[in-house]
């Protein structure tokens, strides 16, 4: 699998001068090992087997370093639902990568439905999985837009609002291709655009407005070479 993130951040102060921009890149290749049926659910390992982490920010350079030298190697055992949700199972010390998993809202709905019909799904976000801060609240319609002639794969479009605390609001938009005999996203593209308001230190009561876009693409491909190893 191959993930490729980008995320652009914008930071201006009313009445202040131009606004402050960052920019970072996140490549990631893994792989996902099904490794048996649950109840409910599918018992998947992934291993992350690269990472390449850049960033405009120089303060952050060294960090983004150290982050993809960390995460390179690293294995992660998530039970996936039937309904598309995902949570983290065994191992200790993933307790807020847990918590951010399992706030992906549910994808897909219990029951059959046909091409064009829609799905809304809500869910509640943590601002700061570890703390107890301001909640955010994601409310996304999913479309069954259409299906190859043999049903294998099925194409989906999202779309979504994000509201909460701290004057925060935001949209999510993307599109998904399902592959429906193996189960598995194929293929999935989103962009987030979210809009807060942060007081920074010695801002005399006006607060900064921060503007984050993520977009992300993610792709599956077809395993190579011999079986993975677990670790």
């Known amino acids: ?15 202040g001068d131009a606004p ?18 649950l109840r409910g659910g599918t018992s998947v390992l992934t291993i992350t087997d690269s990472v390449r982490l850049t960033t405009t920010d120089p303060r952050a350079q060294e960090l983004a370093g ?16 039937a309904d598309g949700t995902a949570r983290v199972i065994g191992g ?13 809202p549910a994808a897909f709905p219990a029951h059959a439905v046909s091409v064009g019909a829609l ?13 107890a801060g301001p909640e955010g609240v994601i409310r996304a319609v999913f479309r069954l837009d259409s299906l190859t002639r043999d049903g294998a794969l099925a194409w989906i479009t999202v779309k979504g609002e994000m509201s909460g605390e701290a004057a925060m609001t935001g949209t999510v938009a993307g599109a998904l291709v399902l592959d429906r005999r193996r189960g598995w996203l194929d293929d999935a593209r989103f962009t987030l655009a979210l809009q ?36």
């Open 20 to 37: 402050q921009r960052m920019m970072m890149a996140v490549r990631l290749w893994s792989r996902a090992v099904i490794e048996g049926r």
């Open 1 to 15: 699998m191959r993930v490729e993130q980008e995320t652009e951040v914008l930071g201006q102060r009313p009445g």
């Open 92 to 104: 200790e010390g993933e307790r807020e990568l847990s918590a951010v998993v399992s706030a992906m």
């Open 66 to 81: 150290r982050t993809a030298r960390a995460l390179t190697g690293r294995a992660m055992r998530l039970r996936l639902g």
């Open 119 to 131: 799905s809304l799904s809500k869910k509640t976000v943590p601002a700061a999985p570890s703390a």
């Open 196 to 231: 807060t308001s942060v007081m920074a230190p010695g801002a005399a009561g006006v607060p900064m407005q921060v503007v984050t876009r993520i977009r992300q693409h993610m792709r599956a491909e077809p395993a190579r070479g011999g079986r993975p190893t677990k670790p």
